[in-house]
Protein backbone atom coordinates (compact mmCIF):
# COMPACT_ATOMS: atom_id res chain seq x y z
CA UNK A 1 0.00 0.00 0.00
CA UNK A 2 1.19 3.79 -1.15
CA UNK A 3 2.38 5.40 2.39
CA UNK A 4 -0.10 9.00 2.56
CA UNK A 5 2.89 11.51 2.27
CA UNK A 6 3.81 9.41 -1.02
CA UNK A 7 0.50 10.60 -2.39
CA UNK A 8 1.58 13.97 -0.96
CA UNK A 9 4.73 14.17 -3.21
CA UNK A 10 2.43 13.34 -6.17
CA UNK A 11 0.26 15.96 -6.00
CA UNK A 12 2.85 18.67 -4.98
CA UNK A 13 4.54 17.54 -8.57
CA UNK A 14 0.97 17.67 -10.58
CA UNK A 15 0.29 21.10 -8.60
CA UNK A 16 4.06 22.47 -9.96
CA UNK A 17 3.91 20.99 -13.31
CA UNK A 18 0.05 23.29 -13.64
CA UNK A 19 0.12 26.65 -15.41
CA UNK A 20 -0.43 28.59 -12.15
CA UNK A 21 3.08 26.79 -10.86
CA UNK A 22 6.14 27.12 -12.72
CA UNK A 23 7.64 23.60 -13.58
CA UNK A 24 11.00 24.65 -12.08
CA UNK A 25 10.29 26.45 -8.91
CA UNK A 26 12.80 25.44 -6.51
CA UNK A 27 10.69 25.83 -3.22
CA UNK A 28 7.76 23.63 -2.03
CA UNK A 29 4.24 25.22 -1.72
CA UNK A 30 3.20 25.85 1.56
CA UNK A 31 0.20 23.05 1.21
CA UNK A 32 2.54 20.69 0.78
CA UNK A 33 5.00 22.05 3.78
CA UNK A 34 1.85 21.45 5.65
CA UNK A 35 1.08 18.01 5.14
CA UNK A 36 4.08 16.39 5.05
CA UNK A 37 4.73 18.21 8.54
CA UNK A 38 1.20 16.22 9.59
CA UNK A 39 2.64 13.21 8.09
CA UNK A 40 5.73 13.22 9.99
CA UNK A 41 7.89 13.31 7.06
CA UNK A 42 11.13 14.04 9.25
CA UNK A 43 10.90 10.67 11.32
CA UNK A 44 14.14 8.69 10.76
CA UNK A 45 13.80 5.97 8.23
CA UNK A 46 14.11 2.98 9.74
CA UNK A 47 17.81 0.92 9.30
CA UNK A 48 18.11 -2.24 7.73
CA UNK A 49 18.72 -4.84 11.09
CA UNK A 50 22.38 -5.79 11.91
CA UNK A 51 23.47 -8.96 13.83
CA UNK A 52 26.28 -7.08 15.05
CA UNK A 53 26.44 -5.42 18.65
CA UNK A 54 29.49 -3.35 19.49
CA UNK A 55 31.61 -3.56 22.41
CA UNK A 56 30.71 -0.77 25.05
CA UNK A 57 33.27 2.71 24.24
CA UNK A 58 35.54 2.70 27.24
CA UNK A 59 38.30 5.32 26.07
CA UNK A 60 38.73 8.87 25.95
CA UNK A 61 35.60 11.14 26.53
CA UNK A 62 34.39 13.03 23.86
CA UNK A 63 35.55 16.28 25.35
CA UNK A 64 38.93 15.04 25.91
CA UNK A 65 39.41 14.02 22.47
CA UNK A 66 38.42 17.14 20.93
CA UNK A 67 40.95 19.34 23.40
CA UNK A 68 43.55 16.69 22.06
CA UNK A 69 42.72 17.35 18.72
CA UNK A 70 42.60 21.10 19.04
CA UNK A 71 45.84 21.04 20.61
CA UNK A 72 48.17 18.24 19.12
CA UNK A 73 46.77 17.41 15.80
CA UNK A 74 47.52 19.31 12.45
CA UNK A 75 45.15 22.58 12.15
CA UNK A 76 44.60 21.54 8.24
CA UNK A 77 43.30 18.45 9.31
CA UNK A 78 39.54 18.34 7.94
CA UNK A 79 36.45 16.93 9.26
CA UNK A 80 33.32 16.22 8.68
CA UNK A 81 29.97 17.67 10.63
CA UNK A 82 29.47 20.61 13.39
CA UNK A 83 30.27 18.09 15.66
CA UNK A 84 33.01 16.29 14.44
CA UNK A 85 31.42 12.27 14.81
CA UNK A 86 33.96 9.74 17.17
CA UNK A 87 33.49 6.60 16.03
CA UNK A 88 34.55 3.28 17.58
CA UNK A 89 33.89 0.27 16.09
CA UNK A 90 33.08 -1.63 12.48
CA UNK A 91 31.23 -4.46 11.03
CA UNK A 92 30.84 -4.47 7.51
CA UNK A 93 28.90 -1.54 5.81
CA UNK A 94 28.26 -0.45 9.42
CA UNK A 95 30.00 1.91 11.81
CA UNK A 96 29.38 2.22 15.57
CA UNK A 97 30.26 5.95 17.55
CA UNK A 98 31.33 6.16 20.94
CA UNK A 99 27.88 6.37 22.11
CA UNK A 100 26.53 2.83 20.13
CA UNK A 101 24.33 4.80 17.70
CA UNK A 102 24.66 2.81 14.57
CA UNK A 103 25.57 4.11 11.51
CA UNK A 104 25.32 3.44 7.30
CA UNK A 105 28.86 4.06 6.12
CA UNK A 106 28.22 5.01 2.48
CA UNK A 107 31.62 6.53 1.70
CA UNK A 108 33.55 3.51 2.89
CA UNK A 109 36.93 5.38 4.50
CA UNK A 110 36.81 7.47 1.57
CA UNK A 111 36.07 5.05 -1.28
CA UNK A 112 38.65 2.48 0.65
CA UNK A 113 36.90 0.00 2.56
CA UNK A 114 36.30 -2.38 0.10
CA UNK A 115 34.62 -5.77 1.15
CA UNK A 116 33.16 -4.23 4.90
CA UNK A 117 34.76 -3.21 7.75
CA UNK A 118 36.10 -6.14 9.84
CA UNK A 119 35.37 -8.64 7.35
CA UNK A 120 35.75 -11.94 9.04
CA UNK A 121 37.97 -13.18 6.51
CA UNK A 122 40.41 -10.54 6.18
CA UNK A 123 40.46 -9.64 10.34
CA UNK A 124 41.48 -13.67 10.62
CA UNK A 125 44.10 -13.65 8.29
CA UNK A 126 45.49 -10.39 9.49
CA UNK A 127 45.47 -12.33 12.66
CA UNK A 128 47.60 -15.10 11.47
CA UNK A 129 49.89 -13.12 9.87
CA UNK A 130 50.47 -10.87 12.96
CA UNK A 131 51.50 -13.95 15.23
CA UNK A 132 53.60 -15.34 12.90
CA UNK A 133 55.68 -12.17 11.01
CA UNK A 134 55.22 -8.65 11.10
CA UNK A 135 57.65 -7.25 8.76
CA UNK A 136 60.67 -7.87 7.10
CA UNK A 137 61.85 -6.17 3.81
CA UNK A 138 62.56 -6.39 0.31
CA UNK A 139 65.88 -7.88 0.97
CA UNK A 140 64.42 -11.16 2.10
CA UNK A 141 61.82 -13.22 0.97
CA UNK A 142 58.96 -14.40 2.62
CA UNK A 143 55.62 -15.80 0.55
CA UNK A 144 52.65 -13.50 1.26
CA UNK A 145 54.79 -10.96 -0.75
CA UNK A 146 55.14 -13.23 -4.11
CA UNK A 147 51.60 -15.11 -3.30
CA UNK A 148 50.00 -11.23 -3.43
CA UNK A 149 52.39 -10.32 -6.52
CA UNK A 150 51.09 -13.02 -8.74
CA UNK A 151 47.40 -13.24 -7.76
CA UNK A 152 47.22 -9.17 -8.27
CA UNK A 153 49.23 -9.20 -11.59
CA UNK A 154 46.42 -12.47 -12.82
CA UNK A 155 43.79 -9.79 -12.60
CA UNK A 156 46.03 -7.47 -15.17
CA UNK A 157 46.34 -7.82 -18.78
CA UNK A 158 49.56 -8.14 -20.58
CA UNK A 159 52.22 -6.73 -20.79
CA UNK A 160 51.40 -5.21 -17.23
CA UNK A 161 53.12 -8.03 -15.04
CA UNK A 162 55.47 -6.27 -12.88
CA UNK A 163 54.24 -5.10 -9.69
CA UNK A 164 56.02 -2.20 -7.20
CA UNK A 165 54.61 -2.33 -3.81
CA UNK A 166 54.31 0.55 -1.72
CA UNK A 167 52.51 2.28 1.25
CA UNK A 168 50.07 5.06 -0.32
CA UNK A 169 48.14 6.23 -3.28
CA UNK A 170 50.29 9.40 -2.91
CA UNK A 171 53.75 7.56 -3.19
CA UNK A 172 52.43 5.10 -5.89
CA UNK A 173 51.75 8.03 -8.03
CA UNK A 174 55.19 9.24 -7.29
CA UNK A 175 56.87 6.49 -8.56
CA UNK A 176 55.10 6.08 -11.45
CA UNK A 177 56.17 10.03 -12.16
CA UNK A 178 59.68 8.76 -11.84
CA UNK A 179 59.13 5.58 -14.00
CA UNK A 180 56.89 7.75 -16.91
CA UNK A 181 60.00 10.12 -16.64
CA UNK A 182 62.84 7.76 -16.72
CA UNK A 183 61.37 5.53 -19.47
CA UNK A 184 60.89 8.80 -22.01
CA UNK A 185 63.82 10.62 -21.09
CA UNK A 186 61.26 13.77 -21.11
CA UNK A 187 59.79 15.91 -18.00
CA UNK A 188 56.13 17.23 -18.75
CA UNK A 189 53.70 15.30 -17.88
CA UNK A 190 49.94 16.04 -18.23
CA UNK A 191 46.79 15.74 -15.91
CA UNK A 192 43.04 16.41 -16.26
CA UNK A 193 41.70 19.57 -14.56
CA UNK A 194 39.52 18.06 -11.74
CA UNK A 195 41.94 15.50 -11.09
CA UNK A 196 43.26 14.52 -7.70
CA UNK A 197 46.19 11.99 -7.77
CA UNK A 198 47.83 12.77 -4.22
CA UNK A 199 48.95 15.09 -1.91
CA UNK A 200 52.78 14.61 -1.92
CA UNK A 201 55.35 17.78 -2.68
CA UNK A 202 55.98 15.54 -5.96
CA UNK A 203 52.05 14.45 -6.92
CA UNK A 204 50.83 17.82 -6.44
CA UNK A 205 51.72 18.94 -9.81
CA UNK A 206 49.54 16.21 -10.70
CA UNK A 207 46.69 17.14 -8.45
CA UNK A 208 44.38 19.97 -10.07
CA UNK A 209 41.55 20.62 -7.16
CA UNK A 210 42.08 23.92 -5.71
CA UNK A 211 41.82 23.13 -2.22
CA UNK A 212 44.93 21.16 -2.57
CA UNK A 213 46.90 23.37 -4.34
CA UNK A 214 49.18 25.74 -2.63
CA UNK A 215 51.26 28.80 -2.96
CA UNK A 216 54.66 27.03 -3.21
CA UNK A 217 56.68 25.27 -5.57
CA UNK A 218 56.20 21.97 -6.36
CA UNK A 219 55.54 19.15 -8.55
CA UNK A 220 57.44 20.91 -11.61
CA UNK A 221 56.99 19.72 -14.91
CA UNK A 222 53.32 18.74 -14.58
CA UNK A 223 50.65 20.68 -17.04
CA UNK A 224 46.82 20.72 -16.86
CA UNK A 225 44.36 20.21 -19.41
CA UNK A 226 40.38 20.44 -19.35
CA UNK A 227 38.42 18.22 -18.04
CA UNK A 228 35.96 17.04 -20.26
CA UNK A 229 32.85 16.92 -17.94
CA UNK A 230 29.51 16.78 -19.88
CA UNK A 231 27.54 17.58 -17.25
CA UNK A 232 29.64 21.29 -15.98
CA UNK A 233 31.50 21.51 -18.71
CA UNK A 234 31.06 23.82 -22.77
CA UNK A 235 30.09 20.44 -24.54
CA UNK A 236 27.84 17.02 -23.69
CA UNK A 237 25.13 16.06 -22.88
CA UNK A 238 22.21 13.01 -22.76
CA UNK A 239 24.16 10.48 -25.07
CA UNK A 240 27.86 10.91 -23.91
CA UNK A 241 28.93 8.64 -20.77
CA UNK A 242 29.12 5.63 -19.59
CA UNK A 243 26.41 5.10 -17.71
CA UNK A 244 23.27 3.94 -16.73
CA UNK A 245 22.03 7.00 -16.10
CA UNK A 246 22.70 10.26 -17.88
CA UNK A 247 22.71 14.02 -17.57
CA UNK A 248 19.39 15.53 -18.32
CA UNK A 249 20.95 18.07 -20.72
CA UNK A 250 20.23 17.18 -24.40
CA UNK A 251 23.46 16.99 -26.53
CA UNK A 252 23.00 16.45 -30.46
CA UNK A 253 25.66 13.49 -30.41
CA UNK A 254 25.14 9.95 -31.30
CA UNK A 255 25.56 6.39 -29.74
CA UNK A 256 28.62 6.18 -32.16
CA UNK A 257 29.56 9.52 -32.76
CA UNK A 258 29.88 12.11 -29.82
CA UNK A 259 30.32 15.22 -31.03
CA UNK A 260 31.44 16.39 -27.69
CA UNK A 261 34.29 13.74 -27.33
CA UNK A 262 35.57 15.37 -30.24
CA UNK A 263 35.51 19.06 -29.03
CA UNK A 264 37.10 17.97 -25.48
CA UNK A 265 40.00 16.26 -28.19
CA UNK A 266 40.53 19.72 -29.71
CA UNK A 267 41.31 21.04 -25.82
CA UNK A 268 43.53 18.22 -25.53
CA UNK A 269 45.21 18.67 -28.58
CA UNK A 270 45.71 22.23 -28.20
CA UNK A 271 47.31 21.93 -24.37
CA UNK A 272 49.98 19.27 -26.25
CA UNK A 273 50.49 22.54 -28.90
CA UNK A 274 50.81 25.28 -26.71
CA UNK A 275 51.89 23.95 -22.97
CA UNK A 276 54.17 21.34 -23.34
CA UNK A 277 57.31 19.86 -25.12
CA UNK A 278 57.34 18.20 -28.16
CA UNK A 279 58.53 14.94 -26.33
CA UNK A 280 56.40 14.60 -23.57
CA UNK A 281 56.83 11.88 -20.86
CA UNK A 282 53.49 11.10 -19.92
CA UNK A 283 49.53 11.53 -18.76
CA UNK A 284 47.79 10.42 -15.95
CA UNK A 285 44.34 9.99 -15.54
CA UNK A 286 41.62 8.66 -13.55
CA UNK A 287 38.62 6.61 -15.30
CA UNK A 288 36.18 8.51 -13.12
CA UNK A 289 37.56 11.70 -10.69
CA UNK A 290 36.62 10.56 -7.56
CA UNK A 291 37.82 14.03 -5.39
CA UNK A 292 36.02 15.68 -7.80
CA UNK A 293 32.50 14.28 -7.27
CA UNK A 294 32.42 11.07 -9.56
CA UNK A 295 33.28 13.62 -13.25
CA UNK A 296 32.55 10.82 -16.06
CA UNK A 297 33.72 11.78 -19.33
CA UNK A 298 32.33 11.47 -22.57
CA UNK A 299 32.99 7.93 -24.50
CA UNK A 300 35.98 7.73 -26.72
CA UNK A 301 37.64 10.75 -25.16
CA UNK A 302 41.07 8.51 -23.02
CA UNK A 303 41.11 6.34 -25.84
CA UNK A 304 42.12 8.84 -28.40
CA UNK A 305 43.62 10.97 -25.51
CA UNK A 306 46.07 7.46 -25.19
CA UNK A 307 46.94 7.64 -29.06
CA UNK A 308 47.96 11.63 -28.68
CA UNK A 309 49.93 11.07 -25.82
CA UNK A 310 51.92 8.16 -27.19
CA UNK A 311 52.27 10.08 -30.61
CA UNK A 312 54.60 12.50 -28.76
CA UNK A 313 56.84 10.06 -26.86
CA UNK A 314 54.59 9.48 -23.13
CA UNK A 315 53.19 6.98 -21.49
CA UNK A 316 49.64 6.49 -20.45
CA UNK A 317 48.77 6.20 -16.27
CA UNK A 318 45.46 4.82 -15.39
CA UNK A 319 44.98 5.88 -11.74
CA UNK A 320 42.90 3.20 -10.22
CA UNK A 321 42.84 4.36 -6.65
CA UNK A 322 39.49 4.37 -6.59
CA UNK A 323 38.00 2.81 -9.50
CA UNK A 324 39.99 -0.71 -9.09
CA UNK A 325 39.01 -4.08 -7.49
CA UNK A 326 35.67 -4.46 -9.11
CA UNK A 327 34.01 -1.19 -7.76
CA UNK A 328 32.78 0.05 -11.38
CA UNK A 329 30.77 -3.13 -11.51
CA UNK A 330 31.31 -4.19 -15.27
CA UNK A 331 35.01 -4.71 -14.91
CA UNK A 332 38.10 -5.19 -12.82
CA UNK A 333 39.40 -2.38 -13.52
CA UNK A 334 37.89 1.46 -14.74
CA UNK A 335 40.70 1.54 -17.68
CA UNK A 336 38.67 -1.15 -19.04
CA UNK A 337 35.41 0.52 -19.34
CA UNK A 338 37.10 3.04 -21.38
CA UNK A 339 38.63 -0.24 -23.86
CA UNK A 340 42.13 1.21 -23.46
CA UNK A 341 45.06 0.06 -22.25
CA UNK A 342 47.69 1.77 -19.96
CA UNK A 343 51.57 1.07 -19.28
CA UNK A 344 51.06 1.67 -16.23
CA UNK A 345 48.66 1.47 -13.42
CA UNK A 346 48.40 2.82 -10.07
CA UNK A 347 46.19 1.56 -7.06
CA UNK A 348 45.71 1.58 -2.87
CA UNK A 349 42.55 2.22 -1.42
CA UNK A 350 40.48 -0.80 -1.77
CA UNK A 351 43.64 -3.09 -2.36
CA UNK A 352 44.35 -3.45 1.40
CA UNK A 353 40.48 -2.57 2.70
CA UNK A 354 41.78 -0.04 4.79
CA UNK A 355 44.99 -1.59 5.33
CA UNK A 356 48.22 0.44 4.49
CA UNK A 357 49.34 -0.70 0.67
CA UNK A 358 49.18 0.52 -2.80
CA UNK A 359 50.89 -0.95 -5.84
CA UNK A 360 52.17 0.32 -9.35
CA UNK A 361 51.98 -2.07 -12.24
CA UNK A 362 53.85 -1.90 -15.56
CA UNK A 363 55.52 -3.47 -18.82
CA UNK A 364 58.88 -5.03 -18.00
CA UNK A 365 59.99 -2.61 -20.33
CA UNK A 366 58.82 0.74 -17.92
CA UNK A 367 60.38 -1.57 -15.09
CA UNK A 368 64.15 -1.86 -16.82
CA UNK A 369 64.07 1.67 -17.82
CA UNK A 370 63.64 2.63 -14.15
CA UNK A 371 66.23 -0.01 -12.82
CA UNK A 372 68.76 1.92 -15.42
CA UNK A 373 68.53 4.92 -13.20
CA UNK A 374 67.06 4.10 -9.82
CA UNK A 375 67.89 1.58 -6.98
CA UNK A 376 64.07 1.20 -6.12
CA UNK A 377 63.80 0.72 -2.46
CA UNK A 378 60.65 0.80 0.12
CA UNK A 379 61.11 -0.01 3.88
CA UNK A 380 57.21 -1.19 4.09
CA UNK A 381 55.98 -1.89 0.29
CA UNK A 382 55.51 -5.38 0.36
CA UNK A 383 55.38 -5.73 4.13
CA UNK A 384 54.04 -9.38 4.91
CA UNK A 385 50.94 -8.25 6.70
CA UNK A 386 49.92 -5.71 4.09
CA UNK A 387 50.65 -8.52 1.84
CA UNK A 388 48.89 -11.36 4.03
CA UNK A 389 45.30 -9.36 3.75
CA UNK A 390 45.99 -8.25 0.12
CA UNK A 391 45.41 -11.79 -1.04
CA UNK A 392 42.99 -12.35 1.73
CA UNK A 393 40.94 -8.73 0.24
CA UNK A 394 40.92 -10.46 -3.81
CA UNK A 395 39.99 -14.09 -2.07
CA UNK A 396 36.72 -12.10 -0.57
CA UNK A 397 36.33 -10.23 -3.90
CA UNK A 398 36.35 -13.03 -5.54
CA UNK A 399 34.44 -15.55 -3.41
CA UNK A 400 31.43 -13.03 -2.51
CA UNK A 401 31.14 -12.31 -6.09
CA UNK A 402 31.58 -7.98 -5.22
CA UNK A 403 32.08 -7.23 -8.54
CA UNK A 404 28.63 -8.66 -9.41
CA UNK A 405 27.39 -7.05 -6.24
CA UNK A 406 28.48 -3.89 -7.88
CA UNK A 407 27.11 -3.82 -11.05
CA UNK A 408 23.34 -4.79 -9.55
CA UNK A 409 23.12 -3.16 -6.55
CA UNK A 410 24.97 -0.26 -7.97
CA UNK A 411 23.17 -0.09 -10.88
CA UNK A 412 20.02 -0.17 -8.99
CA UNK A 413 21.07 2.88 -6.50
CA UNK A 414 22.22 4.86 -9.22
CA UNK A 415 18.54 4.49 -11.21
CA UNK A 416 17.01 5.26 -7.50
CA UNK A 417 18.88 8.36 -6.92
CA UNK A 418 18.07 9.70 -10.06
CA UNK A 419 14.25 9.36 -9.07
CA UNK A 420 15.10 12.08 -6.52
CA UNK A 421 16.97 14.18 -9.31
CA UNK A 422 13.19 14.20 -11.03
CA UNK A 423 11.98 15.65 -7.86
CA UNK A 424 14.11 17.73 -6.52
CA UNK A 425 15.19 21.35 -8.38
CA UNK A 426 17.91 20.92 -6.44
CA UNK A 427 19.36 17.65 -7.52
CA UNK A 428 21.11 18.51 -10.73
CA UNK A 429 22.75 15.59 -11.60
CA UNK A 430 23.47 11.92 -10.93
CA UNK A 431 26.16 9.97 -12.11
CA UNK A 432 28.27 7.40 -11.81
CA UNK A 433 28.74 3.07 -12.23
CA UNK A 434 28.83 0.43 -10.19
CA UNK A 435 29.18 1.39 -6.38
CA UNK A 436 30.44 4.85 -7.81
CA UNK A 437 27.99 7.83 -7.79
CA UNK A 438 28.05 11.66 -7.36
CA UNK A 439 24.90 13.76 -6.96
CA UNK A 440 25.50 16.94 -7.71
CA UNK A 441 23.41 19.86 -5.82
CA UNK A 442 22.67 22.96 -7.49
CA UNK A 443 20.59 26.13 -6.62
CA UNK A 444 18.46 25.23 -9.50
CA UNK A 445 18.29 23.48 -12.92
CA UNK A 446 18.31 26.64 -14.88
CA UNK A 447 21.19 28.13 -13.84
CA UNK A 448 23.45 25.49 -12.41
CA UNK A 449 24.78 27.24 -10.15
CA UNK A 450 26.17 25.34 -7.43
CA UNK A 451 24.36 25.11 -4.30
CA UNK A 452 26.13 26.58 -1.71
CA UNK A 453 28.29 25.10 0.97
CA UNK A 454 26.52 26.06 3.68
CA UNK A 455 23.25 24.41 1.93
CA UNK A 456 24.85 21.20 0.83
CA UNK A 457 26.35 21.41 4.49
CA UNK A 458 23.17 21.04 6.37
CA UNK A 459 21.87 17.89 3.92
CA UNK A 460 24.94 16.50 4.28
CA UNK A 461 24.92 16.43 8.70
CA UNK A 462 20.64 15.66 8.21
CA UNK A 463 21.68 12.79 6.79
CA UNK A 464 24.51 11.81 9.34
CA UNK A 465 22.16 12.24 12.03
CA UNK A 466 19.17 9.86 10.28
CA UNK A 467 22.02 7.14 10.13
CA UNK A 468 24.06 7.79 6.87
CA UNK A 469 27.09 8.91 6.10
CA UNK A 470 27.79 9.63 2.73
CA UNK A 471 31.56 12.06 1.39
CA UNK A 472 31.16 15.36 -0.32
CA UNK A 473 33.62 16.65 -3.29
CA UNK A 474 33.86 18.51 -6.45
CA UNK A 475 35.78 21.93 -7.05
CA UNK A 476 32.49 23.63 -5.34
CA UNK A 477 32.41 21.50 -1.78
CA UNK A 478 28.83 20.75 -3.99
CA UNK A 479 28.76 17.09 -5.16
CA UNK A 480 27.43 14.14 -2.75
CA UNK A 481 30.29 11.15 -3.01
CA UNK A 482 28.53 7.60 -2.52
CA UNK A 483 31.01 4.64 -2.45
CA UNK A 484 30.20 2.23 0.00
CA UNK A 485 31.69 -0.94 0.56
CA UNK A 486 30.66 -3.62 -2.24
CA UNK A 487 29.17 -5.87 0.27
CA UNK A 488 26.09 -3.69 0.30
CA UNK A 489 22.40 -4.45 -0.35
CA UNK A 490 19.01 -3.55 -1.87
CA UNK A 491 17.52 -3.21 1.66
CA UNK A 492 21.01 -0.64 2.91
CA UNK A 493 19.96 0.92 -0.70
CA UNK A 494 16.01 1.44 0.26
CA UNK A 495 17.29 3.02 3.35
CA UNK A 496 19.65 5.15 2.33
CA UNK A 497 17.59 6.82 -0.55
CA UNK A 498 15.16 7.62 1.97
CA UNK A 499 17.13 9.16 4.28
CA UNK A 500 18.84 11.75 1.16
CA UNK A 501 14.87 12.20 0.08
CA UNK A 502 13.94 12.85 3.87
CA UNK A 503 17.13 15.27 3.66
CA UNK A 504 16.22 17.42 1.19
CA UNK A 505 12.42 17.56 1.80
CA UNK A 506 13.82 19.26 5.46
CA UNK A 507 16.44 21.50 3.57
CA UNK A 508 13.29 22.58 0.74
CA UNK A 509 11.17 23.80 3.66
CA UNK A 510 14.47 25.42 5.49
CA UNK A 511 14.96 27.31 2.20
CA UNK A 512 11.10 28.23 1.73
CA UNK A 513 11.03 29.76 5.02
Not at 356 to 368: D, G, R, S
Request: proline residues 6%; aromatic residues 8%; glycine residues 8%.
Amino acid sequence: MTPAWRHSLRAWRLQTSSPRIPKMCPFLSRAFRTSVTKLGLHTKPRMPPCDFTPEKYQSLAYERVLEIHNQHLPPTSMVYFPKPLLLHQGHMEWLFDYEGNRYLDFFSGIVTVSVGHCHPKVNAVAQKQLGRLWHTSALFFHTPIHEFAEKLSALLPEPLKVIFLVNSGSEANDLAMLMARAHSNSTDIISLRGGYHGCSPYTLGLTNVGTFRMDLPGGLGCQSTMCPDVFRGPWGGSHCRDSPVQTIRKCSCAPDCCQAKDQYIEQFKDTLNTSVAKSIAGFFAEPIQGVNGVIQYPKGFLREAFELVRERGGVCVSDEVQTGFGRLGSHFWGFQTHGILPDIVTMAKGIGNGFPMAAVATTPEIAKSLAKRLLQFNTFGGNPMACAIGSAVLEVIKEENLQENSQEVGTYMLQKFAELRDEFEIVGDVRGKGLMIGIEMVKDKVSCEPLSREEVGEIHDDCKRMGLLIGRGGIFAQTFRIAPSMCITKPDVHFAVEVFRSALIQHMERRAK
